[in-house]
């Protein structure tokens, strides 16, 4: 069964940093492509960062651009966020995710960041 | 950046209605759209990919069509489990945006 955990999730000052992480098992990890995707509150979904398989290539949103860090250890399936100089806009939910090469067919359950001003 | 609309925002339906869900982009991306459901309190869940393929697992009802800058997603006949909020996504420009969904309730 494949299995997406999220933790790291928390209240955090405005300016502040925080480090998400994304215990992954049930498929092959270190070969796909993985997501970071928020949803504030009763909003929509947005893409915010992205890695290939073996981190080399990583992307941003503009939005969280040259603030967030995205990063992976295949040796124990882990997906990272970093998250810096966070703002109330940032506040979220956070949803680990793997991207089949097509679309993204994994979800975790998702980890609150809430950010206060 | 390319966007994509999503209408109509809100959809009041019975089940055993058919309906179809649409989705525009700014730009042309061929057939690189997915359709997501999401329930409240629940992560997304993948229907369809590049446009018209049916993700593992999903029923037969549900349908996709387009390419190019225009797409829907078809219900043939609405079961109560169906009554949710549709995203549809574009991967052919990062960053991979999102519609802004539309809410499917019941009437």
């Known amino acids: 069964e494949v299995q997406l955990v999220e933790s790291g999730g928390g209240l955090v000052q405005s300016g502040g940093s925080l480090r998400l992480s994304c215990a992954a098992s049930?498929?092959?990890?270190?070969?796909?492509?993985m997501h970071w995707v928020r949803q504030a509150p009763g909003k929509g979904l947005e893409c915010v960062s992205a890695i290939n398989y073996n981190g080399v290539s990583t992307y941003y949103a503009n939005s969280v651009k040259g603030r967030f860090t995205i990063s992976r250890d295949n040796s124990k399936n882990t997906l990272f966020l970093q998250m810096g100089s966070l703002r109330p806009e940032d506040m979220a939910v956070y949803y680990c995710?793997?991207?089949?090469?097509?679309?993204?067919?994994?979800w975790g359950q998702g980890t609150l960041v809430t950010v206060s001003a | 950046e390319i966007v994509l609309t999503q209408s109509p925002a809100t959809l009041s339906l019975s089940p055993g209605d058919r309906v179809s869900l649409s989705c525009r982009a700014s730009?042309?991306?061929?057939?690189?759209l997915a359709w997501y459901q999401q329930k409240p309190g629940q992560a997304p869940r993948l229907l369809i990919y590049?446009?018209?393929n049916r993700a593992t697992g999903i029923p037969a009802r549900f349908s996709g069509s387009g390419s190019g800058t225009d797409f829907a997603l078809t219900i043939s006949s609405l079961e109560p489990e169906d009554f949710a909020v549709y995203y549809c996504?574009?991967?052919?420009?990062?960053?991979?945006?999102f519609g802004p969904g539309t809410k499917v309730d019941i009437k």
């Open positions: 730009q042309g991306i061929s057939s690189y």
């Open positions: 590049d446009a018209s």
């Open positions: 996504q574009q991967r052919s420009n990062w960053p991979f945006t």
């Open positions: 049930g498929f092959s990890f270190s070969t796909s492509a």
């Open positions: 995710a793997r991207f089949s090469g097509v679309a993204i067919d994994y």
